[in-house]
Nanobody, 122 residues
């Protein structure tokens, strides 16, 4: 089970950290991913991380602004989002799959948490 949290209202240029708490299984061989879906748009890959090695992969659109990380002791994956823009407004989802750090399609992730809404507005 994946539980995303941390969304909210933030001003342009601000920062927000999303959390994804994982439970119910051992995720050590899993890849954890973050996606977002803006109104009227398809769900978009943002970043992924290997639970075991900590290796990361980012979509070009968020490189340098977003950072994905994990805390094994807390079974939690984070998405630190900096320099937020109004176009980052979306529902953000965490997801999991076995292996394959570079998979970016939503259909390639079988496990999903509920979304958390991020609104970037002044």
């Amino acid at each position: 089970q994946l539980q995303a949290s941390g969304g909210g209202l933030v001003q342009p240029g601000g920062s927000l950290r999303l959390s994804c708490a994982a439970s119910g299984r051992t995720f050590s061989n899993y890849i954890m991913g973050w996606f977002c879906q803006a109104p009227g748009k398809e769900r978009e890959f943002l970043a992924s991380i290997s639970w075991s090695s900590g290796a990361t992969y980012y979509a070009d659109s968020v490189k340098g602004r977003f950072t994905i990380s994990r805390d094994g002791a807390k079974n939690t994956v984070y998405l630190q989002m900096n320099s937020l823009k109004p176009e980052d407004t979306a529902v953000y989802y965490c997801a999991a799959r076995r292996g394959g750090l570079y998979y970016t399609g939503m259909n390639e992730y079988p496990s999903w948490g509920q979304g958390t809404l991020v609104t970037v507005s002044s």
